[in-house]
């Protein structure tokens, strides 16, 4: 076996945000008068030598393939967008390395879908990416969304759940060229990414935009995602969001999203509804919201920037609301088999209509192969034609 580059195993453990102590311990090291830790740094220095097997654990923490610990020096990083989720000093926790692969996964993703749309002659420039400013006042905002998509609020609030209007929403976007993924793991649940690590990706292109939501958030708060996300490409700011107002494209993109779910006269009548329930506050809320198929979260957000919560009242309702969901969560859980849904339909789902119609147009013309296929849509290449429907 050739010998690993002892700086490449230093570098892809620092680029999944992992400390010495972290990594030894999710690779199990164990030596006979040295801790974990310094059995890994004694491998990131050169004065030991990692096995194959133990190469390949660190393949699989890491999110690198096995091949890149051989290289003589790191390879050189695509742009992955600017980080909008927190202040600039914030220290992640464990899931930051599969966030950042998760982004690299969509760029190579995005990379092939681009070069399918050229091959097939479908590069047709998207005129919404790149075309807003954070200047543009909320209301015209809003309004440039509706007319570009055809957004109908009425029809969305229609939907029998907030499962089903997001898909209404997401077929507006889709329809305009914009490929929206509901990605929360990296390919399988034991690599599932908390909605702390991340809520959201946009990756603004003209031809190929993508936005990427995180599954592992609640049905309720999907299409604010979405619509979060689709401000951000009409930016043109490809970035990561979680949940920030402090940057002011989140906060802008917030409003947008926010506003363009629920009107702030709306905002004011759930209020003062849930306040004179007889039921508590937050149940009220959570029940208010739900009929417009949108999140507790996001009406307590509106009442916030409404001046009707202080930024205090906000974050302690913001906190319990996702207290409440994360039990719900769990007790929803413990009732269900772990046999899951039909793979190919959830796959479809994760995927969308949108990029499922492309892939299998582009088998069909002969533009791309099956294992690009899979790689796009996140199977085996095996799985390809029966999911795309060949």
Known sequence: MSIPNPDILRWAREGAGLSLE??????????????????????????????????????????????TFFLSEPPMSASMGEDFRLLPDTQFDEHEGSVKALVRDIYIRQSIVKEALIDGDEDVGIEFVSEGSTDTPI???????????????????????????????????????????????????????????????????????????????????WSFTLLHEVVHVWLGKTGISAQNNEHIVERFCNDVASNLLVTSGEVIKLY??????????????????????????????????????????WVQVRTELRDLWLKSKAQQKSKTSDAGGDFYNTRRHRAG??????????????????????RVLGVSPGNVAQMVGL
Request: some cysteine; proline content about 3%; aromatic content about 8%.
């Open 139 to 221: 209301k015209k905002a809003c309004q440039v969304a509706i007319n570009y998509f055809n957004i109908n609020i009425e029809n969305y609030r229609r939907n029998a759940n907030p499962h089903d209007a997001f898909n209404y929403l997401r077929r507006c976007v889709e329809r305009k060229g914009i490929y929206v993924l509901l990605v929360g793991d990296l390919g399988s649940h034991h690599s599932s990414i908390s909605t702390e690590a991340f809520r959201g990706f946009a990756l603004s292109d003209p031809i190929a935009p993508f936005v990427v939501i995180n599954q592992n958030d609640s049905k309720a708060a």
């Open 272 to 313: 003062d509804e849930a306040m004179h329930s007889d039921e508590d506050f937050l149940p009220a809320l959570q029940r208010l919201a739900q009929n417009l198929n949108i999140s507790a979260s996001l009406v307590a957000y509106r009442l916030f920037r409404q001046n009707m919560i202080s930024q205090t009242e």
């Open 353 to 374: 209509g949108a990029l499922i119609e492309l892939v299998r147009r582009s088998l069909h013309d002969g533009v791309i192969t099956e294992t690009k296929a899979g």
């Open 22 to 67: 972290e990594a030894a311990r999710k690779l199990s090291l164990k030596s006979k008068g040295m801790s974990g830790a310094e059995l890994l740094s004694a491998y990131e220095t050169g004065t030991k030598l990692p096995t194959q097997k133990k190469l390949m654990d660190m393949a699989k923490q890491y999110h690198r393939p096995f091949i």
